[in-house]
């Protein structure tokens, strides 16, 4: 069960979810701050000076993919339909063989099939509404139909989410001796800036903030288990003044839903999605690698670097996966 006490101090009734979004998406909404045509919502924020900041952060010139392996053993266990990755070769080395090339030239292809938000992934703005309202207002039905989203698809946030890294260990800092969170962990604002000054990092306007819980440190022990949809470390409903405060671009995990699970009201579902996305425009990335990053960047004492982390170009799509690349 999840400790609640962080959203009855915020004055919220764990028994009345509907109403704290409410109150909480009227006093954080970003709605027309870029004008009433935006798509990009919180990619705004990551301007070509935030990438000559980022570009600053590389020293060693290490990198690090913060990617999980995409293939048949992955952590989807059929919920909502999502399948792990399915790779089939259309070509081999030994058709290779028949000679239908000249001058003995041969090569190989192949085929993935997959849901776009199975492995390390981004979502994007139009992922999730509010009562029927997309991001910046909009109405859903009109921004997502059949052929996908026609205003705020993927394909927009194409160029745009590269920049200045941080890397908040919430595991290490906060966790066991094995910088691991215990599940249905909630991480409060407070804790976010504790993490922050323990590491001696400063949160800035722009940046892509990495929250390590842990947790899939622990799926590489125990298996996936409820990785996918089941109890997890993170982010508290209460940190979205905190999200909205900071003006950071974007915030990935290492987790399935990057908010703690359970939620934290009594019967809910992913209320901090349905706040940040729809209403302050925020990417949200789910399910990133980040223990290698986190043991080189506590090995070396800092916990910024450049990221880069585009979504792949996929027209209309409401995510996508990618691989983003950490350089320290």
């Not at 946030?157 to 290490?172: E, F, K, N, S, T």
């Not at 390590?212 to 979205?240: D, H, V």
Request: glycine share 12%; proline share 6%.
């Amino acid at each position: 069960m999840t400790d609640t006490s962080a959203i009855v101090a915020a004055g919220h009734d764990p028994a009345k979810p509907e109403e704290a979004v409410a109150a909480v998406a009227a006093r954080v909404s970003r709605w027309g701050r870029w004008g009433p045509d935006d798509v990009l919502g919180s990619l705004n924020l990551l301007t070509p000076a935030k990438r000559v900041e980022g570009a600053a952060c590389v020293r060693t010139g290490t990198a690090f993919s913060l990617s999980q392996p995409f293939d048949e053993t992955g952590p989807q266990n059929g919920w909502k339909k999502r399948t792990n990755p399915v790779h089939t070769m259309l070509g081999t080395g030994h058709e290779a063989l028949d000679g239908e090339f000249p001058h003995g030239i041969g090569g190989a292809d192949d085929v993935i099939a997959m849901p776009l938000q199975c492995s390390t992934q981004w979502d994007g703005l139009g992922h999730i509404f509010d009562h029927g309202k997309a991001w910046n207002g909009r109405d859903a039905a009109a921004v997502v139909r059949v052929e996908g989203d026609r205003l705020t698809g993927i394909e927009t946030a194409a160029a745009h989410l590269a920049g200045r890294g941080v890397l908040l260990d919430a595991g290490r800092v906060l966790g066991d001796e094995q910088g691991e969170l215990p599940d249905a962990y909630p991480i409060t604002a407070e804790e976010l800036d504790e993490v922050a000054r323990v590491q001696v990092v400063e949160v800035r306007a722009g940046d892509i903030v990495c929250v390590r819980t842990g947790q899939y440190a622990r799926t590489r022990r125990e298996g996936w288990g409820g990785y996918a949809g089941g109890p997890a470390p993170g982010l508290s409903f209460t940190t979205l003044d905190w999200l909205r405060d900071s003006d950071i671009a974007a915030i990935a995990t290492d987790t399935w839903g990057v908010e703690v699970r359970p939620n934290e009201f009594e019967v809910a579902f992913q209320p901090l999605h349905q706040v940040a996305i729809p209403h302050l425009g925020l990417f949200l990335g789910e399910m990133w690698d980040l223990d290698g990053l986190a043991d080189a960047c506590a090995a070396e004492g800092r916990h910024d670097f450049f990221l880069t982390a585009a979504p792949l170009r996929i027209t209309g799509a409401v995510g996508s996966p990618v691989n983003p690349i950490a350089v320290m």
